[in-house]
């Protein structure tokens, strides 16, 4: 294919997108690394209410491969976290890297240098939990290749380290992990010579122990003897499955077509309060992108927020429940709820919080986590207040039988005076 890229998805985008703000052509196609086998990468940005984004689709286009990745504002930035959070910067580098095809102006130049910022930065340093898990796996990987007879198995095993051996040695660096074909550039990228060993293990069973060895000393060493992971002992009565007929996140994400993990719901446990606050964190800064400042939610320190809830445990507020909803044996969300509390009211219930990590949306946990909560609460009238401009969380609620109620109010955040105004949706039961 000897055609012009640009000029092409240029055609694509006006055809297809008439009314779209902004749209870059993206990838190899338009790097040294262009191929025969190159297709179009085409993230498109629509103006907001375009009920059909976000989404991905695949198609052919004058003899090109396309991949179609469009957007609203709200999404794009919700899509940013979500790369940040998975630590994979996939739609930061189509944005950064692409070149422009139509709608080129100040709102595509800030994010396009907002995007170089944060591929240049790298990733936040991972969490400690997380560390400790991929230490365990690894060091049981190399366990089981060391005593491992059978030939199949051992490739299996040694595949199995070898892919791991290289996301650890990016996490230990805070770099950047990278899938496929990324994964052998972001290696080359963090260290040159390091990836030259990776790449010559490959296949050799002795050979991929010694370097997943190497990035596991690196990594603070085995990891074994002590390793604890709570398990879950959900009382019954909390348990709630996820709902499928509102299985909708807080954001307003609808689920995919394959059925969704169920989400165990259950009180909170002190061991929890990390995890917890990782995933409020997450859950802020990807779905306050387009409302809060940057600055702000770039800040947000799960350490601190976890600090904050083991003294919430401690002195929780009067009629205060925290339930945590748990997928697969990973904590995803939680909602805090108990009687109204401005002006306090004790024949009104309130949903005072309820998140769910990036990862998890459109997975059914908030439902869940809302469901759980609205049969704890036994008050016939409960009420949320909600940012006004969050336009997703609104339409989550009002799913759940929650409407506008005429109050509205504005929202500060610690240490700001800067409003941000807020609506009130009340659910009426009988």
Known sequence: MDRDPVADARDLVRERFPAARWAVVTGSVVTVRRTAGSDLDVVVLMPDGDERVPFRQSLFWQGW???????????????????????????QRMIAEGAPVTGAGP???????????????????VQEDELRRARYGLTDLLDDLTHSVDPG???????????????LACDVASHWRGG?????????????AFAHRWLSAHGDARAVAAVASEVLASAGGPLFDGYHVAG????????????????????????????????????????????????????????????????LLNGLDADTWAQRRRERLDQPAADEVTLVAETAGHLVGHVTFGRYRTPPDQDVGEIWACYVHPDHWGTGAGSSLLTAALAVLPQPQVRVWVLRDNHRARRFYQRHGFHPDGTVGDYRTSGSDTPYPEVRLTLHRP
């Open 65 to 91: 491969p396309v991949e179609l990745f469009v957007h609203d504002q709200a999404s794009v930035e919700v899509y940013l976290a979500k790369s940040m959070a998975g630590r994979q910067p996939t739609l």
């Open 107 to 125: 709102d595509l130049d800030d994010l396009r240098v907002r995007c170089e910022q944060v591929l240049v930065a790298g990733p936040p340093p």
């Open 153 to 167: 198995e051992t490739v299996a095993i040694t595949t199995a380290a070898w892919l791991a051996a290289a996301t």
């Open 180 to 192: 496929g074909k990324w994964i052998v550039r972001e290696l080359r990228d963090l260290d040159p």
């Open 232 to 295: 879950e002992r959900p009382p019954p009565v909390t348990e709630v499955a996820a709902t499928p007929i509102m299985a909708v996140d807080t954001c307003g994400h609808a689920p995919a077509s394959a059925p969704p993990p169920s989400a165990v719901v259950r009180p909170e446990r002190p061991q929890d309060c990390a995890a917890v606050a990782a995933a409020h964190v997450a859950a802020w800064q990807a779905g306050y992108a387009h409302i809060l400042p940057r600055d």
